[in-house]
């Protein structure tokens, strides 16, 4: 296939182009800047500008830009980053895809999303026909979905991924919390009750390929592992993989200190299961904490 991508150099971009391109497909890369490689296409998505033959030439598009909710303390100039990174991109990319001729549309858009749709649902299990919660990551999901439709709208398939926390030493949740566990510095987040939707990076490259690939799968997709736990099981599993003990719980008073807004939404239970990708029978290679922890670590 060949395929257009935003959002190509970050955590998850980067794993996605190397597993693409290993398979025989053909990655385009949008970048904001002049382009450096051959495979790179300049675009201003805040301006709304995109060159429409870019898209007409490819088959499918991939949208994973946004800036990282959890990489600094959060402000109102930062919030609205975290919202305009998501927003812009989706829209520059659906608007132009709806403005082509039918015959010129890529077959699918596969767009980021996240389970902060859900907002704190405490142990409620919900899937992917649970309405959207209350917060700020709520709202931004909101709107960063809905800024799909005109593609949607125009005939094309489009697949928004509510993906949870992939599993990865050199990234995501794994990467900062490494240190601190190793030198046994570490403990659970306020309560610890809170649920975590973790996936395996495996797990989240073979899901997104087979929704780029599988032409009856629409709408919203959870990109979580099938056996969600809870902080405090979390921390003790990563604890006792890496040898480590693990018992100095941090107060959520010390979070909102260290994180500002963000504490809130770390201290966030969300209890997702993966609805669409189990009753599509995808396989998950590491369907347990303990497997894709010890994956995780080992990459």
Known sequence: MRILMAGASGFLGTQLVDLLVADGHQVTRLVRRPPRTPDERQWSPSAAQLDPALVA???????????????????????????SSRVDTTSTLAITIAGLPAADRPEVLLNASAIGWYGNTGDQVVEEDAPAGEGFLADVARVWEAATRP???AGVRVVRLRTGLPLHRDGGLLKPML???KLGIAGRLGSGRQWIPWISMVDWLNATTCLLARADLAGPVNVVGPAPVTNAEFTRELARQLHRPAVIPIPAVALKVALG????????????????????SFTFRHPDLPSALAAALQD
């Open 57 to 83: 030439e490819a088959d499918a598009v991939v949208n994973l830009a946004g800036a990282g909710v959890g990489d600094r303390r959060w402000n109102d100039r930062y919030k609205q980053l975290i919202r």
């Open 151 to 153: 593609a949607e709208d």
């Open 179 to 181: 240190l601190p566990f």
């Open 261 to 280: 807004g963000f504490a809130q939404e770390a201290l966030t239970s969300t209890r997702v299961l993966p609805g669409v990708l189990t009753r599509a």
